[in-house]
């Protein structure tokens, strides 16, 4: 089989003599030639059309493998079937054990479902609706596990994880602190940019303060801060644990009698509920600087009247709404997360999907308990 | 393509007149301040399988990595098929890369593609044909590497360590190449399936006329199936030629896998038994 590059294209010729139809074929019957080896091996057996016996002469095929084999056997089956005897000539020794190897047999194609649109799309819908609802369903059992397994480890400190808790910590937390400092600051100054400007049109620019301060403590700063997080640590908690579970590193610590929950999930989400309210902290401190430096450079507001301002605009509970919200945020990341990362099933695309699903997930949730902890405070006027 | 040689004399005469399929020179590859292949030489002739030895940590994955273009060499020629992929424009090498087919350690089939669409794969990459060919030639090449229609499309994490092992032999097969590189085909099978697995190696060498660089540590497969051996020891070839040279070798080493506890065992089975039982590949009809 010594193969140029590129070869001979696959051909032949036929010729009718009073004893039957002689086929020449010549050229390189490979699947290098693609599609014209599919159309040369159609041919033969269209232009049969009438002929009673057909003689095959591979003398001049210089290359032949497995997919040209294949073809040649499958237009000897097909014609067979229209009642043309067809004979092999002149086919060497190492071709006949490839022809013999590549014997034409029929592969049944599946079944192909036919399928209604409407149908279909019905079908998708009550599938989703029932998935939603195991999802739930699922979401408050892992909840329940979770918070039983901690409970377990509680009650035995010494099997405490602290060295894995505070590895988690310095990933979810430390680590995050530049980037959550640097957005926070920019959408502080962007908020008392805009306040300055809006607010002037009233004379009231130095409302802008009351703004930011309060904008920023009940809402921005732990918002931004669970958004982020879910991007950032969410995305990775489920990928670890998604790989971990296509590796079965997972099935390996069952089988250790080792609890998942306990030894890979209750130390990132233990992680996740104690860095958040820092973060927070920290998110708040730095979204305040910044729109103080936007107030003094826009809108002629000492640092020392901005300090006043807000002692005067923010009470002690402003900042307590904020930072209350930060660890259910953080469970909430964490569950899902973890959730994902052990749905993921054999394959790369998988563990694609759980992480996507994952991070849009946290992300719709972290608002949704947002809007419903606003609905909470406003009626117990806090 | 010739047709195998029963006895080691007539291997060595054949080789003499078949073409060097790869070549390597000294070949030196390092990772940092460690150099794992130190000046190493190689032929592999056409239509041959070569096993090649040695213990754990000696290079032989990155031997095979560095001839596939996998890993940097630092020093050395590597000529495939007579060129120099190196001094390869981008398409040209791409159509070197073709006439080749890879069995990773661990398999490396695409998890998220059936075990029909991995073997598919390259043809619909890189051939222009038809569906219904593609899926006939699939099935075709799954039977040929042993393994039933059900398999078709099963996803990889689906399958038993051995049905992974002959997927991705088939997904190798794909474009019918004329070179294989096996790495460890037979590890983590049971005895059974890897003496079928050597079978199936030496059927579809002889079919297909392959030639097979064949990473191995199986004895089994030296005796059964290769028709030339090289061992790999301090980042050399300590050896090449035929399972008997290397048989009578005074290379500690080679004397401690031999004639070792578990090597001796065999080895003196396979003395005793030389003349029905030596051959360089089954044959199968
Ligand atoms: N990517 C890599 N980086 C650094 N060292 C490597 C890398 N790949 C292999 N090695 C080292 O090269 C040596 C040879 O490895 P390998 O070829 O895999 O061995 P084997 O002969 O068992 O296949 C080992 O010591 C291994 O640690
Ligand atoms: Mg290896």
Redesign the pocket.
């Known amino acids: 089989m010594t193969v140029a590059a590129m070869g001979r294209p696959p051909k032949f010729t036929r010729q009718s003599s009073p004893e039957g139809v002689r086929l020449s074929l010549s050229g390189d019957w490979t699947l290098v030639a693609s599609h014209r080896l599919e159309e040369e091996s159609r041919r033969i057996v269209e232009e049969a059309r009438g002929d009673r016996l057909i003689v095959i002469d591979l003398a001049q095929v210089s290359q032949l493998d497995t997919a040209g084999a294949w073809l040649i056997n499958r237009a000897r089956h097909d014609l067979a079937r229209r009642d043309v005897a067809v004979a092999l000539e002149h086919v060497r020794p190492e071709y006949s054990t490839l022809l013999e190897e590549a014997h034409y047999r029929a592969f049944d194609a599946p079944a192909r479902p036919n399928f209604n649109v409407i149908f279909v799309l019905l079908s998708d819908l009550g599938q989703s609706t029932v998935d939603a609802l195991h999802e739930f369903y699922r979401g408050v059992s892992f909840l329940g596990e979770l918070v039983s397994s901690m409970i377990y480890v509680a009650s035995r400190p010494h099997r405490f994880r602290l060295t894995s808790l505070v590895a988690q910590i310095e990933l979810i937390g430390f680590r995050s602190v530049p980037i959550i400092i640097l957005i926070n600051v920019l959408v502080g100054g962007i908020v008392a940019q805009q306040g300055i400007f809006q607010l002037l049109k009233f004379g009231a620019s130095s409302y802008t303060v009351s703004l930011i301060g309060i904008l920023v403590l009940r809402e921005l700063g732990v918002l931004l801060t669970s958004i982020m997080i879910a991007g950032r640590s969410g995305s990775a908690i489920t990928a670890e644990l998604g790989s971990m579970k296509m590796r079965e590193e997972v099935d390996a610590l069952l089988v250790m009698g080792l609890s998942p929950i306990e030894v890979l999930i209750a130390p990132r989400v233990l992680g996740l509920i104690i860095s958040l309210p820092i973060l927070t902290f920290i998110a708040d401190i730095a979204a305040l600087f910044g729109g103080m430096i936007v107030s003094w450079w826009y809108g002629g507001i000492s640092p020392v009247a901005f300090a006043s301002l807000l002692k005067e605009a923010i009470a002690l509970h402003t900042f307590l709404v904020g930072i209350i919200k930060a660890p259910f945020m953080a469970l909430v990341i964490g569950l899902i997360a973890s959730m994902d990362g052990l749905a993921t099933k054999g394959s790369a695309e998988s563990l694609g999907q759980q992480v996507t699903s994952s991070v849009v997930k946290s992300i719709f949730m972290v608002i949704v308990m947002d809007g419903l902890f606003a609905v909470f405070f406003a009626s117990i006027d806090y | 393509m010739s047709s195998p040689s029963t006895n080691a004399d007539g291997a060595v005469q054949q080789r003499q007149n078949r073409d060097v399929i790869i070549s390597v020179r000294d070949l030196v590859v390092g ?2 301040d ?1 150099t ?1 292949v130190k000046g190493l030489n190689l032929d592999v002739f056409r239509g041959e399988v070569l096993g090649v030895v ?12 560095a001839i596939l273009g996998l ?1 940097p060499t630092r020093a050395g020629a590597i000529r495939i098929f007579g060129q120099d992929r190196d001094a390869l424009a981008p398409t040209e090498r791409r159509i070197l890369e073709q006439r080749w087919g890879v069995l990773f ?1 661990n398999g490396a089939l695409f998890s998220g593609l059936t075990v029909k669409q991995n073997i598919q794969m390259p043809m619909r990459e890189t051939r222009d044909i038809s569906q219904h060919l593609m899926d006939e030639l699939a099935m075709l090449k799954l039977e040929l590497v042993g393994l039933g229609p059900d398999a078709a499309d099963k996803f990889p994490s689906e399958l038993s360590g051995g049905m992974v092992k002959r997927a991705a032999l088939a997904r190798a097969l794909a474009l019918d190449p004329e070179l294989v590189f096996l ?2 085909p037979t590890s983590g099978l049971d005895p059974i399936s890897a003496a079928e697995f050597d079978e199936l190696i030496g059927t579809l060498q002889q079919t297909l006329g392959l030639t097979v660089f064949m ?1 191995t540590h199986d004895l089994d497969s030296l005796y059964s199936i290769c028709d030339r051996v090289a061992a ?1 020891a301090e980042g050399r070839v300590i050896a090449a030629g035929p399972l008997e040279t290397l048989l009578e070798s005074d290379h500690p080493w080679l004397k401690a896998y031999f004639h070792g506890v578990r090597g001796g065992r065999l080895t003196a089975a396979r003395i005793e038994h030389k003349d029905e039982e030596w051959k360089p590949a089954p044959t199968t009809r």
């Open positions: 990772f940092g460690r794992i040695g213990g754990s940590g000696q290079g032989k994955s990155v031997l095979t990595r890993v350690q790495d460890e990473v790999l």
